[in-house]
């Protein structure tokens, strides 16, 4: 009697959960004729996920599309039911800005279904996780990125290309962090740049300090540098410490490569920054007597973001394996690269940065993945370090963060040109 | 809208948590133990089968999912003999807690051998063939799985219901120390009972996984917490009840999702335990137990 | 009498030693040292630990939704504590904060106790009358209920959404966190040594039992519930304050099996094993053993075997493994430290004919 009871409770709950919702859906079915609908799925509680989905969301809405957004828990490995109801709602461009632990996931997902429209993400599909998984399968994937790799308007990115695969080929270990290919990643072209802005701004400051130079002198030196040879472009930072671009490049994933689609620029008339009040604090000095510099990178090598982590890890381990040394009032001092982990999740953040900050390093780099990077920020503020991250593009990262600074875009504006490009596209 | 297709993938999904929740059930009916290792079990036979297809790429695929039960089954066993039959006469917190601890110590193991990456499911013939039916295209596991996990448990009900050790292991599960006296051999009970468990998460890996192909250490997370509050919901401790909790489970999370109330489908069943636990501790088909003083 | 108080001068003067040794490190450990931010952590987590001890170790309430209370408790804290200027920035995706002025830390602190201790109060009326490990599961599917309701965008206004909260007060002296901690935890011992804890050591060991001779099950386990779950708020306000930035991702499950792990080491019912647990748990997970996890070369060149990332994670989860299963009773067991036990102990070993004095453990 009682497990009846039981079971009948249950159908009584379903049947509420059936009736009480049904309501809500039946205003969002068919896509209406002109309009154009857009499935925008985002992870819950990922920095990067969800403003990027929002900035996306909010450009292809003031173009006059239709948004679907939806949220899915972390962890999650079928995704099904999410791409089912952009077959419902007859989406005409999916807009999945994920990691690539999801990304290959959902992709399998979709191909099962048969899912036929453009699926689009942001820089983190640049990975070949998603170019084995669109292998042999229908599915048209986008992405946008910070740099192309047959790109040979620019002298230094052609060098930065020939060399860095031959580095990886003639290094079966790196290779294999690389994803066992020398595809050049956008990330790891943004990790050399990142290191030789450091090194740079180490110079700078050795310069017009000498010896004496402190961490905070490195932090004042960046606000004014100008780097016009960097791979992916000319860098400069603006007020708030992120690098003026303004320019993305948007690729296709194709069989074993991505094929080059597109650049799509949209004007940034932001100005070069000027140094930011650091009050009276100390920073870390240089370390004298063991003529050493060490920079920290602060990478996510384990955890949903590794591959990208790795990539990016790479960039800078061969920017270091180019230069090394520094000259500060005549004498050599070596720079050491010390790797420090932080596993994707928010909750190493301070750990991961407070083992940077205890080796003593007097810039860190890094991180790939918004959420770290937002969470560390405040260590290295309080150790006086300058950060400068790779390619984290959530807007919060330098905002009120005076030491951070970043060599990549920035989320709106890759929102509104992924916006733009699906709009383009879809409406052909 | 299309609810078939939210039906038979929640069914699917349901089909694929009910074969590792009668692990966690049939753990739970003799030792009184919440296996929180289990889902990680599930996960590492993904990954096994992952690194023999690798490994040994001459090997027919059927020779080495039979394989990977294999080891999964021997896993499952060492499991039992190091973290828990140690800890027999302990208090049943301790066991618990060792369990966590060996769930833990897999997570960081396969964390370490993969370097964190996440990794390709092989293609597995028959069972990923993409087919269309009711309309629906998808691969056959999502049709079969509801069916392979029906089957599977009408097959262990019977083995339980009519066999000699089948009849040993509804005695430990009524009382553990009349059943040590009446000449049972109560390791050997469990550690069948530990084999049938982890045989059966292997063939759950295996129908999930090739359908959700990417693995990584933390991807046995999801499904062993979904399988355990199935196996709470449905009655922990009672077979059938396994499985109606996943597919109950299944169903409503993908209905769920069906009706936009996406944000909500971890929280719906999750919910759905704590109303559970309040109106009927022992579950759908649970017994009830009286406490002895 | 005077045996009593002597052990508990002797405590004292080994509280104000570490105090003592906490101001040193505070004020002459280099700003870069690993010592501020593992201290931090281990102040915080030694809090949560001994909250969920007095519910599981003193009460024998089995419950595993420490990270729900936590985060509620970091939530209340961070929300409160931005400074009004900055809130519109913080909440910038959702236009601006509902909350309107910054409370004192204090005040935010007793608040985030007071808020955890609220929904405590709310889901322990139902939940509470469970057994053991019903009981368990339904405080874990309550923490993860209230991790998934947090992270609805509709919530944004109040708490972000799922975006991270930061901006908002964090001291960086270890003796703030110090101080939080002791004082919190000085609470749970008088408490423990009240007539309540009598009353929860003995539902503990027999319930029936206990409720034969008068203790109201239903209330006592409230009370129990309710208090350790303020004192897991107060405990995840300081893990905001010392990871500087809140985010509902980083209150899982696997931290709640975290604390658990830090009680067992410790010794299940011993509040100064928890807190030496906790040190040794943090120093050693975040610090001592990190360099398992680069990869390090000979001085020959070649690479050291198995060292690389995630090895430190495989060790570590070896050595709680064998602290499972071998050393049962944890670090303490169900003792506590004193100094003064202590040194009658090692008297015992020079003085023979005064042997009995040191066997005056409980």
């Known amino acids: ?428 | 809208m299309n609810i078939t297709s939210y039906l038979i993938r929640g069914l699917a999904t349901g089909g694929q948590f009910a074969l590792v929740a009668i692990g966690y059930t049939m753990v739970y009916g003799i030792l009184k133990l919440i296996n929180f290792a289990h889902g990680e079990l599930f996960m590492v036979s993904g990954i096994l089968m992952i690194y023999i297809v690798a490994d040994l790429p001459t090997l027919p695929i059927g020779l080495a999912i039979c394989l990977m039960a294999a080891l999964t089954v021997f896993i499952g066993f060492l499991i039992e003999k190091f973290a828990y039959s140690p800890l027999r006469s302990a208090p049943r917190m301790s066991v618990m807690i060792s369990a966590i601890g060996v769930s833990y110590l897999l997570q960081n193991l396969v964390s370490y051998i993969t370097g964190g990456l996440s990794k390709q499911f092989p293609d597995i013939p028959v069972i990923g063939e993409s087919v269309r039916f009711l309309g629906i295209k998808d691969k056959l596991t999502v049709f079969l799985s509801p069916v392979i996990a029906i089957v599977l448990t009408v097959i262990l009900v019977q083995i339980i219901n009519h066999t000699k050790f089948g009849m040993a292991m509804r005695a430990v599960s009524k009382d553990f120390e009349t059943s040590q006296l009446m000449g049972i051999k109560i390791n050997r009970v469990i550690s069948i009972t530990f084999a049938i468990g982890a045989f059966l998460a292997a063939t759950g890996s295996v129908l999930y996984f090739a359908k959700n192909t990417g693995i990584n250490h933390l991807s046995g997370a999801n499904p062993g917490l979904k399988a355990f509050i199935a196996a709470v919901v449905g009655g922990i401790g009672s077979i059938p009840g396994a499985v109606v909790g996943a597919l109950i489970i299944g169903v409503a999370e993908s209905l769920a999702k069906a009706f936009g109330l996406a944000d909500f489908s971890d929280v719906i069943s999750f919910g759905l335990l704590i109303i559970i636990l309040v109106v009927k501790p022992t579950g759908i088909f649970g017994e009830k137990t009286t406490e002895k003083v | 009498m005077w045996e009593k108080n002597k052990r508990t001068i002797c405590n004292l003067i080994l509280v104000g030693l570490i105090i003592v040794l906490l101001i040193c490190i505070d004020t002459f450990a280099p700003a870069t040292s690993m010592w501020f931010s593992v201290l931090r952590k281990v102040c915080t987590f030694a809090l949560a630990a001994v909250s969920m001890n007095l519910l599981n170790g003193f009460t024998g309430l089995f419950s595993l939704g420490q990270a729900g209370f936590m985060l509620l408790g970091a939530y209340t804290y961070a929300i409160f504590t931005i400074p009004v200027n900055m809130r519109s920035n913080v909440f910038r995706n959702y236009g601006d904060s509902v909350i309107r002025f910054q409370m004192p830390l204090v005040l935010a602190l007793i608040l985030a106790g007071i808020v955890a201790a609220f929904f405590a109060f709310l889901i322990g009326l139902p939940v509470l009358r469970l057994k053991s490990d019903y009981l368990a599961i339904a405080t874990l599917g309550f923490a993860e209920i209230v991790r998934g309701l947090v992270q609805l965008q509709s919530f944004g206004p109040v708490t972000n959404g799922p975006d991270p909260i930061n901006m908002f007060t964090a001291p960086k002296s270890i003796m703030v966190y110090a101080a939080i901690s002791g004082i919190s935890i000085l609470i749970i011992v008088l408490m423990i040594n009240s007539t309540y804890g009598r009353a929860f050591k003995a539902i503990r060991d027999d319930e029936i039992a206990a409720e034969a001779m008068g203790i109201n099950l239903a209330h006592h386990k409230r009370l129990s519930f309710v208090i350790s779950s303020f004192f897991c708020g107060i405990a995840g306000a300081m893990m905001a304050m010392c990871n500087t930035s809140v985010s509902s991702v980083s209150f899982t499950t696997s931290m709640t099996y975290q604390i658990l792990l830090v009680v067992v080491i410790g010794g299940i019912g011993s509040i100064s094993g928890s807190i030496i647990a906790a040190f040794i748990f943090y120093a050693s997970s975040e610090w001592w053993l990190k360099f398992l996890d680069l990869e390090t070369y000979t001085k020959a060149g070649s690479k050291v075997p198995l060292l690389g990332p995630g090895f430190r994670m495989v060790v570590f989860s070896v050595l709680i493994m064998i602290i499972v299963l071998f050393f049962r009773q944890g670090i303490m067991g169900t003792r506590e430290i004193s100094v003064y036990d202590g040194i009658m102990k090692i008297r015992s070993v020079f003085v023979k004919d005064k042997a009995k004095g040191g066997e005056s453990h409980e």
């Open chain 1, 1 to 428: 009697m009682k497990k009846m009871m039981a079971l009948l409770l249950s159908v009584v709950m379903m049947m509420t959960l059936l009736t009480g919702c049904g309501g809500a859906a039946a205003g969002g079915s068919g896509s209406a004729g002109g309009t154009l609908t857009a499935y925008v799925l985002a992870e819950k509680g990922d920095t990067y996920s969800l403003g990027l989905a929002n900035n996306f969301k909010t450009a292809f809405e003031a173009n006059g599309g239709k948004v679907i957004m939806e949220t899915f828990p972390t962890n999650t490995t079928n995704f099904s039911d999410y791409l089912q109801k952009s077959l419902d709602n007859k989406a005409d461009v999916i807009f999945a800005p994920n990691s690539t632990t999801v990304a290959a996931n959902l992709l399998a997902n979709a191909n099962d279904l048969g899912i036929e429209c453009p699926i689009m993400a942001g820089d983190t599909w640049e990975s070949s996780v998603i170019l084995d998984a669109v292998k042999g399968t229908d599915l048209e994937v986008y992405c946008s990125t910070f740099f192309d790799e047959s790109d040979s308007s620019s002298p230094a990115a052609k060098d930065f290309v020939a060399g860095f695969k031959d580095w990886l080929n003639n290094n079966s270990e790196y290779k294999d962090m690389n994803g066992g290919n020398d595809i050049v990643a956008a990330v790891s072209a943004l990790g050399f740049d990142a290191y030789n802005v450091a090194l740079a701004a180490i110079r700078e400051a050795a310069n017009e300090k000498g010896s004496d130079l402190t961490s905070i002198d490195i932090a004042n030196a960046l606000w004014g540098l100008s780097i016009d040879n960097a791979v992916t472009g000319k860098i400069q930072f603006d007020q708030n410490g992120d690098a003026i671009k303004d320019s993305a490049y948007i690729k296709k994933a194709g069989d074993g490569a991505f094929e080059f689609m597109k650049v799509q620029t949209s004007p940034n008339n932001a100005a070069q920054g000027t140094p930011a009040d650091y009050g009276n604090a100390t920073g870390v000095k240089l370390d004298t007597a063991n003529k050493k510099i060490v920079i920290g990178v602060y990478e996510p090598t384990s955890g949903n973001n590794a591959a990208g982590g790795k990539q990016e890890v790479l960039g800078i381990y061969y920017a270091n394996s180019l230069d090394d040394t520094v000259k500060i009032d005549g004498t050599d001092y070596k720079v050491e690269l010390y790797v420090s982990d932080n596993g994707s999740l928010e909750e190493n953040a301070v750990t991961a940065a407070s083992n940077i900050v205890g080796q003593g390093a007097l810039v860190s780099l890094g991180s790939y993945g918004s959420g770290v990077s937002i969470a560390a920020a405040q260590t290295f503020e309080d150790a006086g370090i300058p950060a400068i991250g790779v390619s984290c593009t959530n807007a919060s990262v330098t905002e009120g963060h005076n030491y951070y600074f970043r060599t990549c875009f920035l989320d709106p504006f890759q929102g509104s040109v992924m916006a733009q490009f699906a709009w383009e596209t879809v409406s052909k």
